[in-house]
């Protein structure tokens, strides 16, 4: 059954595609051109028309819903938090200030917009529809929002479906003929969850004697909570809700919060780990994306992506936004603090393809490091003193990473993943080609860094400082961040469009867990939580 919904998706955007082909040989032609003009004719007329009435009152609202583990449609494609300011995404108009439903000028202006995702009278040709659907459902392999929907069979999904096929009602159980009752007719059953657990990782003795446990913490860029996975028995084992298109995440070194950055309210939200509620959020200066924090946890450094861009820096005693650093007006995607704790490190997701180095006492702007492309995520290894010696970093368009010495700011290596054979998994999706490497990281013993590959779904290792080549880990679909136990022994490498987390054992090389989680998680960090 997949193969043949693949085929018909693919028919139905060929004659999307030609019908458009048509229609520019008649521009270009003249009217002389009537084959062409009647071929677009005939192909328009047999398409049933969008019923604004039905869009109004029956689809728009469904963009404005919550639901439990989703971050809503309007979060992205209105806020721009996500991939919601992506070049070719869906725009939605922005309610007006205190409003909770669009007015008539606005719904007009979202019925044009999303009508440009539609194939009238073809859901399984619509990207409105496929884009959001679970890939094991029919639907795309990649969505910046995730799987809205797990299958053709939930209601909201009917309910746009018979919208575009042009209806004023939905017909419950039926779509072109098709009885979505069935789960066998558009859906297939998703590989079975693995969770096994793995040696006590080691973690300081001090904190046990705190009461408190070792965790890896997941965020979930198109969910509304993130999960607590306790590395020993590879299961999730706490979940704070309530944190729409959540993007980075940091804790106090006393276990007692948690900092998460929060895209949708434009918040910085603060958790208490005994809870696991919300009980403060502080207001930033623009759109977030990732935080990093100060090794005595007074200061956090939020890294602003939209308008003003820059870095916003919170005093977490007061919980107040203390200040911003503006950076010449550098998009700021990630933030971080170099191990020695002595500088921020504010990487741009611009075309200046800098990484700003600020002195962590002071938070004065000390030098840049120059790449060639724009940054992705950054890694650092030391000196055997601690102090920073290296920059590693995945760059958009390299298939690969890079290393830049610290002191001087100059690339000294560049690495290319090694060619693994195959037919290459990601290709179709722009995203990942663009930006093959969107997690790196160096193991705390300094002995190797773990690089991953979005084409492949693997994750390489090579050792340190040698940079050779150890191999890869075959994992889920779209490899991301990463974050390592303390003690080296494994990495926990967030999978972005599988909805899912791989712990890899770093001796072995194996995966030893496939962990489920929210919807397109991404960054991930360790922590010492009660």
């Not at 458009?20 to 003009?37: D, F, L």
């Not at 208490?272 to 935080?291: A, Y």
Request: aromatic share 6%.
């Amino acid at each position: 059954m997949r193969r043949c919904l693949l085929l018909s998706i693919g028919f139905a955007l060929l004659v999307s595609v030609a019908a458009k082909q048509a229609a520019q040989q008649t521009q270009q032609s003249g009217t002389g051109a009537s084959s062409g003009a009647t071929a677009v004719q005939s192909t328009l007329a047999t398409r049933p028309s969008l019923d604004y009435e039905f869009f109004r009152t029956r689809v728009e609202p469904i963009f404005l819903a919550r639901r439990l583990g989703h971050a809503r449609c309007y979060a992205c494609h209105a806020l721009g938090a996500g991939e919601g300011n992506a070049p070719n995404a869906m725009r939605l108009q922005l309610l007006s200030p205190g409003s909770t439903t669009w007015n008539e000028d606005q719904s007009h202006k979202n019925f044009e917009a999303v009508r440009e995702k539609v194939v009238p009278g073809n859901p399984l040709a619509s990207p409105l529809l496929i884009h959001p659907l679970r890939y094991e459902a029919g639907g795309d392999r990649w969505h910046g929002g995730g799987a809205q929907f797990t299958s053709a069979n939930e209601p909201e999904w009917q309910m746009i479906a018979a919208w575009v096929q042009g209806k004023d009602e939905v017909s419950e159980g039926t779509l072109g003929g098709k009885d979505l009752t069935k789960r066998d007719d558009y859906t297939r059953p998703s590989p079975p969850a693995r969770a096994t657990g793995n040696s006590a990782p080691g973690a300081a003795s001090n904190t046990a004697a705190q009461g408190l446990k070792l965790r890896i913490v997941q965020t979930n860029m198109a969910g509304d909570n993130l999960h607590i996975i306790d590395p020993v028995t590879n299961r999730v084992v706490g979940e704070v809700i309530g944190i729409e298109a959540n993007h980075g995440v940091a804790a106090a070194p006393d276990g007692s919060r948690l900092y998460v950055s929060n895209e949708a309210d434009r918040t910085v939200d603060v958790v208490d780990t005994r809870t696991l509620k919300v009980f403060k959020q502080i207001p930033l200066s623009g759109p977030p994306n990732n935080i990093a924090i100060s090794k005595d946890g007074r200061r956090l450094y939020q890294a602003i992506h939209g308008k003003p861009y820059g870095v916003d820096v919170i005093d977490t005693t007061t919980l107040a936004n203390a200040k911003r650093l503006p950076l010449d007006g550098m998009q700021i995607h990630n933030t971080y603090i170099t191990p020695d704790g002595k500088y921020v490190i504010a990487a741009s997701d611009d075309q200046t393809f800098t990484v700003a180095v600020i002195d962590q006492k002071t938070e004065e702007y000390v030098r840049s490091i120059k790449f060639t492309n724009r940054p992705r995520p950054l890694a650092f290894h030391t000196n055997a003193d601690g102090s920073t010696k290296w920059v590693l970093a995945g760059l958009s368009e390299l298939h690969g990473f890079v290393v830049a010495d610290f002191a001087t700011g100059k690339e000294i290596h560049r690495i290319k993943f090694p060619d693994l054979g195959g037919p290459v998994k990601m290709q179709v999706v722009r995203a990942s080609t663009g930006n093959p490497n969107h997690g790196i990281g160096v193991q705390p013993d300094n002995k190797a860094v773990w690089v991953t590959d979005r084409l492949y779904n693997v994750v390489h290792a090579y050792s340190l400082p040698e940079l050779k080549y150890l191999g890869a880990v075959p994992v889920a679909v779209d490899p991301f961040w990463m974050t390592f136990t303390p003690d080296s022994k494994f990495v926990y490498v967030a999978n972005d469009a599988s909805a899912s987390v791989s712990a890899i054992d770093t001796q072995s090389m194996k995966e030893v867990a496939r962990i489920p989680v929210g919807q397109v998680p991404k960054r991930n960090i360790t922590a010492m939580l009660p």
